[in-house]
């Protein structure tokens, strides 16, 4: 199997990430706040520890259920801070709250965030031919724009190289190198 050079071959959690998830198109809402979330979590860290705590941040936030997240308190923020099991950065745990009140406004105004999102590469993932993963900017025009609009709409903590990575993870872009087995 020949993978994406970014993937350690010696690290099963990061093979199991990049073969069943990373790139593959999603349109589930509560799929995408999840991702979305995570991509926050990571600014300043490895990948690879907001994937060892993935687990216990789907605990801490109902499984990312957008409705029962948007309802937690500054109470339930401080009980998070206090989890040894999160990375328990106030800004990062705060916007994720914070963003799934701004989700379910996004969500009643564009009638989905699946619909909004792939509206930004015309609802069909944008194949960037990456044959040196090196080559791959960590931001463009379009996750700049991304960033722009969604920080309008009260976003907080998703810049344009958060939302790059994001865009990868989620299938709107196929950065997948052209030698890796998934690259479609």
């Not at 860290?45 to 997240?69: C, E, H, M």
């Not at 810049?159 to 709107?172: C, D, E, I, K, N």
Request: charged share 20%.
């Amino acid at each position: 199997m020949t993978r994406c050079s970014w993937v350690p071959e010696d690290n099963a959690l990061y093979c199991q990430y990049h073969d069943e998830e990373w790139g593959r198109p999603l349109t589930d809402d509560q799929a995408l706040f999840e991702l979305l979330c995570l991509e926050s979590y990571q600014s300043g860290l490895s990948w690879l520890t907001v994937l060892k705590k993935r687990p216990a941040f789907r605990q801490a936030f109902y499984n990312y259920d957008i409705g029962r997240v948007a309802q937690m308190t500054a109470a339930d923020l401080e009980k998070l801070l206090q989890n040894p099991a999160l990375i328990r950065h106030r800004l990062k745990l705060a916007a994720t709250i914070n963003n799934a009140k701004a989700m379910q406004v996004l969500q009643e105004e564009e009638g989905s965030f699946s619909h909004y999102l792939w509206g930004f590469v015309n609802h069909h993932p944008l194949d960037n031919q990456v044959s040196d993963y090196k080559q791959v900017p960590n931001q463009t025009v379009l996750s700049q724009a991304l960033a722009k609009d969604l920080k309008k709409r009260g976003f907080k903590f998703l810049g344009p190289v958060t939302l790059y990575s994001f865009m990868q993870a989620a299938g709107l872009v196929n950065d997948h190198e052209l030698s890796c087995d998934y690259h479609f």
